[in-house]
């Protein structure tokens, strides 16, 4: 006995299988926009705005101002040279938490996390305690460009470590161990091998730091001594111009240190995509 099951017509996949938008994903992409445009872009537009109230010849002397100079130099100088730093250290870190096993381990995955929990402020208490004038160890770096940098460090070193962390946990070290075997030396498995995986969560992290770091006010406020010209960062100049009801002012060194900020993220974002093709 023959059967004949007539074959039924296909369907075609919708959504993203033929490039279109189904309704819950235009719903889910008109929230976030909304959402996102709330929160970030009619603020920061509106500091664009502001910062042209007394037009662009007011605006440049704004910025171009001694006091307001310096203040950016510091702040993005220090934001710089913190990421930098904490993208080789924090890497460092990642990888010995991931590859080795120590006593206080656990201890050393909690302490990396303290600066996510602890109010800025307190951390600024706690290094003017560690490296203010009563230091147990005798060091006062409290009014000094290297207690501003110090404080920048403290703060964005989580960023680093835990972007690279989850990457290092999900690598295959089959690979390593296949190079390894065909006498390739340590240094040759990372760069070749290690370096190009981790890199997208290296630059992904050092971004992160900088955009923290840029904008960091309570835990550099203390030790800096907000001196005028000297340890005084963009986020305590900006501050002191509201409080003196100069929010043009104010708002013009906001625009610049928001520029750096997006110019240095792009190039970075640049680079991490750069890096994940090639990978």
């Known amino acids: 006995m023959t059967v ?24 889910g992409l008109g929230v976030g926009v909304l959402w996102l445009s709330l929160l970030v872009g009619l603020p920061v537009a509106a500091v664009a705005v502001t910062s042209l109230e007394e037009g662009v010849g ?26 930098a730093v904490n993208a080789v250290l924090g890497t460092l870190v990642a990888w010995v938490l991931v590859r080795d096993r120590f006593p206080g381990k656990r201890l050393v995955e909690v302490i ?64 390593e161990e296949a190079a390894a075997s065909l006498g390739a030396g340590g240094f040759t498995v990372f760069r070749r091998i290690v370096l190009p995986t981790i890199a997208p969560a290296v630059l992904s992290g050092t971004a992160l730091a900088f955009a923290r770091a840029l904008g960091e006010y309570g835990s550099v406020i203390l030790i800096s001594a907000n001196l005028t010209g ?4 963009s986020s305590a100049y900006v501050l002191k111009r509201i409080e003196q009801g100069d929010t043009a002012g104010a708002a013009a060194v906001a625009t610049v240190l928001l520029a750096v900020a997006v110019l ?11 890096v994940t093709r090639r990978a």
């Open 4 to 27: 004949t099951v007539d074959r039924l017509p296909r369907r075609r996949a919708g959504g993203a299988a033929d490039g279109r938008m189904t309704p819950a994903s235009a719903l």
């Open 58 to 83: 007011g605006f440049w002397q704004e910025v171009i101002s001694q006091e307001a100079q310096a203040a950016l130099r510091l702040s993005v100088g220090a934001a710089l040279f913190a990421a």
């Open 112 to 175: 990396i996390d303290i600066p996510f929990a602890l109010p800025t402020i307190v951390a600024g208490l706690v290094l003017i305690s560690l490296y203010g004038p009563q230091s147990p160890f005798g060091i006062d770096l409290v009014g000094t460009r290297r207690g501003v940098v110090l404080a920048l460090l403290f703060v964005t070193l989580p960023f680093v470590v835990r972007s690279v962390q989850p990457v290092l946990l999900e690598m295959d070290r089959d690979v």
């Open 230 to 233: 000297r340890t005084e960062v």
């Open 264 to 274: 240095v993220l792009v190039t970075l974002d640049l680079l991490q995509r750069t």
